[in-house]
């Protein structure tokens, strides 16, 4: 929903992603103000249930006062210097051996960057520079699934992506290898049952590593529960089928778990949910519930030893990032993760991720509702598209939404939710509430001549 234009206002100077970016100019976006808890105010004074927290990060919603205190204390201490040239702080430090003792990789080593993005790029440029220094600079091809979203830099976008954003900006895509989302639901040839589609998925990316030659592909990356393909949760065995795979060819993986990174799932990590191994992991988003920037690429040891073989190579490893590391961003996602544990929000999904999926589960029979999924404190309603009309009505249910006052992510037709960890039972029933009266809205639109 747009705010019409009052024709003395300006123009809004700010570029506002994800948008036509003449209507974000002409039309006053929705602004937000403040927010408590999983609520949020805008510049009206409306409320507004964050159910997506926000693009997948608030994960403790927002209003944490322990957070901002974190952040209020290291900024009072040192609130700014940069990692690298053999000087660090001691935040960034105790944060690496956190989440080096956390993460399922095995002697683990980590890295920070500020965004998700980065830390995709960053980690595929050292799969390069390992790679070329192992006595293999042509394995540098990374495979992505179709719909995955894996960032916005040059590298990023084209891997998976939105169908046509390579195309838009003109990227370069030679790298690039795309596969098929495990989307059973939606990709399934008719007849087909789970095992079957998981075989031929498995198939596609094989056949895809023979084309594509396997001496020249270095990784695969995959976000195990892809939200930008609309909460597409895989089919049983086929993270652990993929990791079979790609270790016949010696290919690496990438756990992009920068959403379903600390408790999404139901286990701290998406690998642990479906017992997959990665090589590598990048996260962000909840690291620090995103009240700061900040991200991580986690490597295992061997992968690691590749980069400081190479930094023996060459005399220096050289690669650094001003706030990769940032003492106050470092601080605050150390605050978050204690938070996580203190506060036993692992068990609290656990508890809270089953009225999640019941409520979602309920909506099955209604007539806009082609299907309902998820997984601990996440899901989507995937709605029946418009005939000739894709994204129509999801179009339709973000205005009603927004009337009902909830926010939610909509992908084309289909509906996410991810709501901050903190989310209580009666609060999921009552996004719930306002989800129901909105479809309901939209329901009676259509049928009004
Ligand atoms: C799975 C995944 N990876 C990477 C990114 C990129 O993160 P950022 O927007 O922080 O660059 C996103 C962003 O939504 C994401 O969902």
Redesign the pocket.
Known sequence: MLMSRNSNAPDNRTLIGFTNLRQARINRPLVIEKGNGIYLTDENGREYIEGTSS???AALGFSDPELVEAAIRQMRQLPAYASGLYRTVPAALALGEKLASMAPVSKARVAFA???????DFLIKFMRFRNGHRGEPQRVKVIARAL??????VM?APLGGFPGTARAFNLPMADVITVSQPDYVNNARPGEDEATFNERMLAELEQAIETAGPETVGAMIL?PV???AGCVVPPAGYLIGVRTLLDRYGILLFD?????GFCRTGSMFAAQTFGMRPDCM?L??ALSAAYF?I?AIVMDGDFYDGLERGSDDEGIFSHAATYGGHPVAAAVALRTIEIIEERDLLGHVRRVGPQLQRCLASLAGHPLVFNTRGVGLGGAVQLHSLTDAAGARGLAMQDAMMAEGLLLRVVKDTVNFAPPLIITEAEVDELFARFTRALAAVERAEVRP
Do not use: R
């Open positions: 693009f997948y990060s500020s965004t998700g993005s980065e830390a995709n995955s979203y894996h960032g916005a830099t990023t976000d892809s939200f930008s992009d778990e920068v959403i379903t990048t962000a988003k920037p991200s």
